[in-house]
């Protein structure tokens, strides 16, 4: 029958698990793969050896709030600190919001830690310490806890047989679907869910969903996957596709048949046979990241035992950065001259310490890059040293002496340990 106007087509068989058979296949296939291929990662024997369901989900949930945004070889040392600064649950609601952030510094994207505290002191507070036990749980009433993170938690810490969406999983299972639709749009992310719950093993879900990731982050790579290496390529359509090329048109592979299809490459970008099976997933358009300058300026001064010390002030509770120290900066307009960014940095120092600052005083030093995910942020650094009896009486925003070592120590951004 005609499809009501407006309709897109549904997905052809090529884009679906269809044949049981097939599903169990590639299940055993890839498990068998895991089983002698995984890395040796503290949280997966944490998952493995933790007998208490409280402690493995919190073991589970920190490397997974982790792991977002942070590639593994960074989050190990991390993970390995926390865990042994806060083993529980418990021990984490009692920390406080400053601790966390010394701990996260360098890690990036600060209100993960934040929010990670924020939920565990729920969960001591208001669930009795008992962390819920299904992903539905998990995803309502613990905050910062998304689709993703709670069908980890669920599936690796419970036994929940649900499925996990990550980049990892968007890559593999678009490869071996030739789904070439944006991954971004909420159609394709709920097929992929859809796909990711039907696939995952009944009897070793969370086996099943760290195979499926590793198996992206360590042989589906985005740029040069290694085919030959992967234990599921007999069921992947995309290398089916690469390797029939221009061969005469095999209808369930070489196109799946279906105009309008939803899962479908756009009909602007068709399959590029250069790219072979990186054609799957496309990327989409990345938003080019913010250009802005600061101006920021090292005091420093003579401490009474006679080392330097410099001072540092806490950023706002919210935004970019929430809670973290740094040295007192000012944003810049776009192109101001040396001479004007120095003078934006007076009047700032000026209103803020209450002291007469020279403009002529506040030395140049240099330059630091620093690219967060949004923002290419360029600070410019003066330094500005004073006499050892000067007094601030700096009440507006919370401020401190250290010297290099106490600053090293402290919960500030890897830009600032740049400047």
Known sequence: ??????????????????????VEALRGRLLAWYDQSKRDLPWRALAVTELDANRRAYAVWVSEIMLQQTQVATVIDYYNRWMQKWPTLQALAEASLEEVNELWAGLG?????????????????????????????????????????????????YGQATGVVDGNVIRVLCRLRCIG?????????????????????????????????????????????????????????????KLLGKLPPVPDVEDCGVGDCPLCPPAAEPWDSSLGVTNFPRKAAKKQPRVEQ????????????????????????????AGL????????????????????????????TGLPVAAGSLRF?????????????TYVV????????????????????????????????????KV
């Not at 005609?2 to 049981?20: S, V």
């Open 181 to 241: 639709a944006d991954p971004s749009s909420p159609p394709v992310i709920d097929r992929l869910w859809a796909m990711a719950n039907a696939l995952v093993d009944r009897s070793r879900p969370g086996d099943f969903n760290q195979a499926l990731m590793e198996l992206g982050a360590t042989v589906c790579t985005p740029k040069a996957p290694l085919c030959g290496e992967c234990p599921v390529k007999q069921h992947c359509r995309a290398r089916l596709r």
């Open 365 to 377: 030093m240099g330059e630091v890059v620093h690219v967060f995910s949004h923002i290419h942020q």
């Open 294 to 321: 600061t101006a920021t300026c090292v005091l420093e001064r003579k401490g009474c035992r006679g080392a330097l010390e410099y001072l540092i002030v806490q950023r706002p509770s919210s935004g970019l950065l």
């Open 109 to 157: 994207y600060y209100s993960r830690g934040k929010r990670l505290q924020e939920a565990a002191r729920k969960v001591v507070s208001e669930l009795a310490g008992q962390m819920p036990r299904t992903a539905e749980e998990l995803q309502k009433l613990l905050p910062g806890v998304g689709r993703y993170t709670a069908g980890a938690i669920a599936s690796i810490s």
């Open 382 to 417: 003066y330094s500005l040293p004073l006499d050892g009896d000067v007094t601030l009486d700096l009440a507006s925003s919370p401020s401190r002496w250290v010297t290099e070592e106490e600053f090293r120590a402290s919960a500030v951004s890897t830009a600032m340990k």
């Open 1 to 22: 029958a005609a499809l009501p106007a407006g309709r897109p087509a549904p997905p052809a068989a090529l884009h679906l698990f269809g044949d049981p058979a097939e």
């Open 325 to 352: 120290w740094e040295f007192p900066s000012v944003p810049l307009a776009p192109g101001l001259q040396q001479e004007q960014q120095r003078e934006v940095l007076r009047d700032h120092l000026q209103a803020w």
